[in-house]
């Protein structure tokens, strides 16, 4: 018995260490080396820590605009992924009417992708619409 407690105790040291690891973002990443951790991260499911990333990406870089809104960008689609797809709309409006403001600035490929996720939401809220229509 106490050997199995001591299977388990040294088997969720790794889980806790991993858990932690994303509590201090050092300071002196660079904000490739920021991006490049938050998309292991979300490649991995870790969606919490790529937000946070993401979310740090914006606190150190967000006055450069191509950085803002890929990161904000990036930030909604983790919620998509999850299906949190009422957290995602405002983000990704966000995203686009930084496109409308600022039309040839920035580069297109998270226009376009804010508008492929921004159709799923739609696309989730009519399919949430067609079966309250259904109960009734």
Do not use: W
């Not at 973002?25 to 991006?35: A, C, F, M, S």
Request: proline share 3%; glycine share 2%.
């Amino acid at each position: 018995m106490k050997r199995i407690k001591t299977l388990l105790i040294l088997s969720l040291v790794p889980i806790f260490f991993s858990c932690t690891s994303t509590k201090e973002i050092p300071t002196d990443k660079t904000l490739e080396e920021l991006k490049l951790t938050a998309y292991e991260y979300s490649a991995k499911g870790n969606y919490k820590a790529s937000e946070r990333y993401y979310s740090e990406i914006i606190a150190r870089f967000g006055t450069d605009v191509t950085t803002l809104v890929s990161a904000k960008y990036e930030i909604a689609h983790i919620y998509i992924k999850q299906k949190k797809y009422k957290e995602a709309l405002p983000l990704l409006n966000e995203v686009i009417s930084y496109y409308d403001a600022n039309q040839g600035y920035l580069p297109g490929q998270f226009n376009t992708l804010a508008q492929i996720d921004l159709k799923k939401v739609y696309d989730h809220e009519n399919k949430q619409n067609k079966n309250k229509k259904a109960d009734n």
